[in-house]
């Protein structure tokens, strides 16, 4: 008999169906432990409704919960890990796929493991911006300029820089739990994409899995393909973002022109033919795969795009460059939170930089509020300069410090919010299990 589910016997032409399995074999390894995981909560649906033996179906579970710690390879002719995961269930393997079908197997899966992705990232996101507020903190008052169009423009301070990026990123962290709510209906149930054709307690599958809610239209659920995942990739390109422009900063900042801050040697590169180099290659690349998200980003909506309602084998194709940018996006975020404790600030350098322009506006403002139309405390500050004759007072020339102990109360809210989450699927998860 053939390895393919849906064999009937029928010719096969075996590099038709090596294109169309595409890269299966290897994106369905990272998704088999989750297809384990929703197969149990099927199985166990059926033995509770009485469409299967409840012997039977314990017998399957307890199967499931075995075949979690153990290799399952996917081999090509078998296709995808569905294939496979029935196989190694052997005889009752055969009665599993009772009111369902791979279009919501997969989606179940797929919603699983953006589940628990989803934390993980968001874990390794928080460790960014406590480790930005650590920074700032360090740096509080440690004077540097602060920028526009690439030009000198205001005062700043390193505490001020590290700040703003630990803002940017807990805002994207704060979005964490309405991502979740989307991602937080249960498709399994769905089957093709029009319902089961026997009565099934769909409600009690979402229970066991641990959703809040049925993704109550099979339809729905079939047209969401890609649609949750653009969701989530969209999420990380934008964290990804305030990133990037970290990361560039440094990158400036750190070359012998400024020489503001500096890299450790072990965080560095060589040159293959210049003795003397030493390369800030992790900046480069941490900049690179910002872009790298982006792209795969647009293939994902480029994919999921362009077609009608329900089911259609393109959406197959979606699978690893989403998964693709889940572990670039992973590794760019525990990157970034080990680069900030290793940076070396040069204060003098840093300080040095602030020319006694760049106190112009403070000056301008002063004047103002001493009753001074802005407009002409404008013009004599800029006359000033012109002519050689601005001199700040000390007082204008103190650096700007951040607030920082709101951002850390927000971010150990949220590590909160993210502990609870993953404790509540850990213990969703045993208990599916302990099924005697």
């Known amino acids: 008999m053939s390895e393919q589910l849906w064999w009937k016997n029928l010719p096969l032409d075996e590099q038709i169906h090596a294109f169309t399995v595409g890269d299966d074999p290897a994106t369905d390894q990272q998704l088999l432990p989750f297809d384990i995981i929703g197969s149990a909560a099927h199985a166990r649906m059926l033995g509770e409704s009485g469409l299967l033996p409840e012997a039977e179906a314990k017998r399957l579970v307890r199967q499931l919960r075995d075949l979690r710690g153990s290799e399952i390879k996917i081999t090509r002719a078998g296709e995808d890990c569905h294939t496979a995961l029935e196989r190694a269930l052997g005889e009752a393997g055969q009665r599993i796929h009772l009111a369902r079908s791979r279009n919501d197997q997969v989606q179940t899966a797929l919603r699983l ?3 628990s992705r989803l934390l993980d990232l968001a874990d390794a996101l928080a460790i960014g911006i406590s480790q930005s507020l650590e920074f700032a903190c360090r740096h509080r008052a440690w004077m540097m300029p602060g920028y526009t169009h690439m030009r000198r423009a205001m005062p700043s301070s390193w505490g001020m820089w590290g700040a703003a990026i630990a803002e940017g990123l807990l805002e994207e962290l704060e979005q964490v739990p309405a991502l979740w709510l989307r991602l937080d209906r249960c498709p399994l149930g769905a089957a093709a994409g029009f319902g089961a054709p026997v009565a099934i307690n769909r409600e009690r599958s979402a229970q066991l899995l641990g959703f809040g809610r049925v993704q ?8 969401s393909r890609g649609r949750h995942e653009q969701a989530m990739a ?3 390109v934008s964290a990804a973002g305030t990133i990037e422009k970290a990361v560039w900063d440094l990158l400036l900042w750190s070359s012998d022109e400024f020489g503001f801050v ?6 560095t590169t060589g040159s293959s033919l210049m003795p003397q180099k030493r390369n800030p290659d992790v900046l480069e690349m941490a900049r690179g795969t910002c872009r790298e998200l982006r792209g795969l980003a647009a293939l994902l909506s480029q994919l999921s795009g362009g077609l009608p309602s329900s089911y259609h084998r393109d959406q197959q194709l979606l699978k690893a460059p989403f998964l693709r940018i889940l572990a670039k996006a992973q590794q760019l975020f525990e990157i970034f939170a080990r680069l900030l404790p290793a940076l070396e600030v040069d204060r003098e350098k840093s300080a040095a930089a602030n020319s006694c322009e760049i106190h112009a506006a403070r000056e301008a403002c002063r004047l103002a509020a001493e009753g001074m139309p802005f407009r002409h405390a404008y013009r004599k500050v800029a006359q000033q300069i012109q002519d050689g004759s601005f001199r700040p007072s000390s007082e204008q020339t103190s650096a700007p410090e951040p607030d920082l102990e709101k ?5 150990l809210e949220m590590q909160a919010w993210l502990r609870d989450r993953r404790a509540f699927l850990e213990r969703t998860t045993v208990r599916l299990f302990e099924w005697e």
């Open 113 to 115: 493991l953006m589940r």
């Open 216 to 223: 109550r239209n099979p339809g729905d659920v079939m047209n």
């Open 234 to 236: 969209a999420w990380v």
């Open 407 to 411: 951002p850390k109360t927000e971010l």
């Open 262 to 267: 500096s890299l450790p040697d072990a965080f």
